[in-house]
């Protein structure tokens, strides 16, 4: 039997195939309902080693590693007389799994040489939170959009493929071929939540802000709760509603799609987009109860107490800094990463700065990271927390010309919207200065 990518897979019984086939695509997809889809494929053929890595895959996406290592266990144990691909993607998985990223990473790029169409393996190094994305090395973003590019001739028209090809290239600046090739893929999938979530990031990148919540917001009604990306989803959608001014709708879609006690999703989300909305929102003028930040603090402390990975340290950070917990945040400090603790250590310094109204400090060690924050991991709309804090710390030193310079030289396309209490009417001062010298 075949998968959909025309790969040989050791089951024999249709049930466990068909089932399989489902779960790589929700998967793909972001769609509801993985773990179960994997779990009904190895009920039907409990002899299937590639149905357990998938259901290993299913239950790291949901942050449940003790599920994940056991189905692991699974996989390894019925793994016998497997042909050299499935072997393979078995051995990848396993080092994944085993938290050997280094080892993993190596045995994954090699794989996706061999079998560029293997997707599921393919999938761990194709987005900004995959292993190229969090690898911490500069020109990590050049990368993704090489690998994807490189894995394009592979898969021609496909769904998949197309749409986290279009991400890399947003991510790199190339919107309108993005924007072409996100809608060839949602055309052949419209239920790929990474093809939604890609179409989102292309507005928001070109500043259409009210084109972007109308298509995020409608494509949304149909989505399951329990996708991986509908928190995030919800991100981009309370983020455009801040952006819009309407302050209502944003606490409205926080409450409850966003915050720890609603949302569904993975942990990474959960924090990152709670901690980042609460400070766009404060950065645009509202004022968050410091319930809400203790609230995300003790989140962060009960999930993320070892610094790992830079996107999520900083959000960790920010958040206990707001909450007034200053030992946690100091963590990411004296025990950074070994791969961007040298970018997380100022940016939670900041954050500490900030919380204390230590204006001009918060802004000197802003400044010390913007140069390739990108190192961080997480999207160019995620690492705007980083862009934005630094404008607000300037107008907070009054410094209101330097903040609206760095906002047009750096982020253009988001001068004209709500994202910063207090520089929208000098931005609509030089607009008007702009014409006049015409
Ligand atoms: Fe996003």
Not at 4 to 31: C, E, K, M, N, W
Not at 284 to 303: C, L, Q
């Amino acid at each position: 039997m075949k998968d959909r990518f025309d790969y040989q897979i050791s089951t024999t019984i249709p049930a466990a195939r068909d089932h399989y086939v489902d779960a790589v695509d929700r998967l793909l997809g972001g769609r509801g309902e993985i773990v179960e889809t994997f779990e009904a494929s190895v009920t039907a053929d409990p002899g299937f080693a590639l149905g357990f890595v998938g259901l290993a895959r299913g239950h790291q996406f949901n942050g449940d590693m003790a599920a994940a290592k056991s189905a692991m266990n699974n996989a390894h144990t019925v793994a016998k007389n497997l042909d050299a691909r499935e072997q393979s993607h078995v051995n990848a998985f396993g080092l994944l799994i085993d938290g050997k990223g280094a080892e993993a990473y190596a045995a994954i790029r090699t794989h996706v040489d061999e079998y560029p169409r293997d997707a599921l393996v393919a999938q761990t190094c194709s987005s900004v939170f995959g292993l190229i994305g969090f690898s911490g090395q500069p020109g990590r973003e050049a990368e993704i959009l090489a690998y994807t590019a490189a894995l394009f001739p592979h898969y021609g028209e496909d769904w998949w493929c197309l749409s986290q090809y279009a991400f890399a290239l947003c991510e790199n600046g190339n919107l309108a071929k993005a924007s072409a090739i996100i809608d060839k893929s949602l055309e052949l999938n419209p239920l790929n939540a990474n093809g939604a979530h890609v179409r989102s990031h292309i507005y928001y990148e070109t500043g259409e802000t009210d084109l972007g919540i109308r298509y995020l917001v409608d494509w949304l009604k149909s989505y399951d709760r329990t996708g991986y990306l509908h928190g995030h989803l919800s991100w981009h959608a309370a983020l455009w509603s801040l952006e819009q001014g309407d302050v209502e709708k944003m606490w409205h879609r926080i409450d409850t799609d966003i915050k720890p006690s609603v949302a569904q999703g993975p942990q990474i989300i959960v924090l990152t987009d709670t901690a980042s909305i609460y400070y766009r929102a404060e950065l645009a003028g509202v004022t968050i109860p410091k319930e809400r930040w203790i609230e995300i603090s003790n989140y962060a402390a009960r999930f993320f107490t070892i610094p790992s990975i830079g996107f999520t340290d900083i959000h960790a950070a920010l958040a206990h800094a707001m909450a007034g917990n200053y030992d946690a945040a100091a963590k990411f400090v004296n025990s950074p990463n070994s791969l961007t603790g040298d970018l997380v250590a100022p940016v939670a310094r900041a954050f500490c700065a900030i919380s204390r109204g230590r204006w001009h400090d918060a802004a000197n060690l802003l400044v010390s990271a913007m140069a390739d924050h990108a190192r961080l991991g997480g999207s160019r709309a995620q690492r705007d927390l980083l862009e934005f804090s630094l404008l607000g710390t300037l107008l907070k030193l009054g410094k209101d010309e330097e903040a609206k310079r760095i906002l047009l030289l750096r982020r253009p396309a988001l001068a004209a919207t709500h994202s910063l209490h207090g520089l929208n009417a000098h931005l609509k001062e030089n607009a008007k200065q702009n014409a006049s010298l015409v």
